[in-house]
């Protein structure tokens, strides 16, 4: 912002607006002003690429169902984890198998059901970092998705269908969230490593609700070439 001061003390202020790719200094926010997935290639998924990860105590038809296309997944805060050797938090996810990266631009996008009730509880993450198990989380507590537990990306997300897109440019180390096709988060990752995606619900350390459910559909992954 530059103001510039006349005769008679008349001030004139003026507003500089860049374009989201100077600002963020990645073309992952080049498209912020069209629709995230422009530029890129849709991944077709097989079955195959569909992992679901449990309480390892519980068959997957008592944490997951999947039904006229759409894929509802709960979970409750004292349930064990998905290993019977881990010591991580309950969940019931989503793991896209078979499209593990290192490098490239990704993107998975999904249409997401949360109902009232559910909180601290991670809904979309890329798995994987520097020394750190996921790059970044979007979680709900209260109706809002937050990344992580930290900054709110949205408001009042209960009780209704929203689409939620996910882009990392695992090359120049960003991460970008947009909610209904608008940008809401642009970060830097969590350095180099394994990456791939989720979804569904994973319990954070503190502050969940005993009952943890989403629903998703339409499921999809795209890559930038």
Not at 93 to 110: F, K, N, P, T
Not at 133 to 145: F, Q
Not at 156 to 178: C, P, Q, S, T
Request: proline content about 4%.
């Amino acid at each position: 912002m530059k103001r510039f001061s006349f005769s008679h003390g008349t001030v004139l202020t003026i507003i500089l607006v860049l374009p989201a790719a100077i600002l963020f200094g990645s073309d992952i926010a080049a498209a912020s002003a069209g629709d995230p997935t422009d530029g890129f290639t849709e991944v077709p998924l097989k079955p195959s690429n569909i992992a679901l990860q449990k309480p390892y105590d519980v068959p997957l038809d008592q944490r997951y169902s999947f039904i006229d296309g759409v894929h509802r997944m709960w979970v409750y805060s004292d349930d064990k984890p998905f290993s019977r050797h881990s010591d991580t938090q309950p969940r019931t996810e989503i793991r896209i198998a078979g499209l593990d990266y290192h490098s490239g631009v990704w993107q998975m996008e999904g249409h997401v059901y949360v109902p009232k009730g559910t909180s601290g509880a991670s809904l979309m993450q890329v798995h994987g970092g520097n020394g750190v198990s996921s790059t970044v989380m979007v979680r709900i507590y209260s109706g809002d998705l937050r990344y992580y537990s930290g900054d709110v990306i949205a408001r009042g997300m209960y009780d209704k269908w929203f689409r939620l897109n996910m882009i990392h440019d695992a090359d120049a180390g960003k991460v970008a969230v947009y909610v209904d096709g608008e940008l809401k988060l642009h970060h830097h990752d969590r350095g180099s490593g394994q990456f791939y995606f989720k979804c569904g619900v994973y319990a954070a350390a503190t502050d969940i609700s005993y009952y943890m459910e989403s629903r998703w559909r339409d499921i999809k992954i795209y890559k930038k070439y």
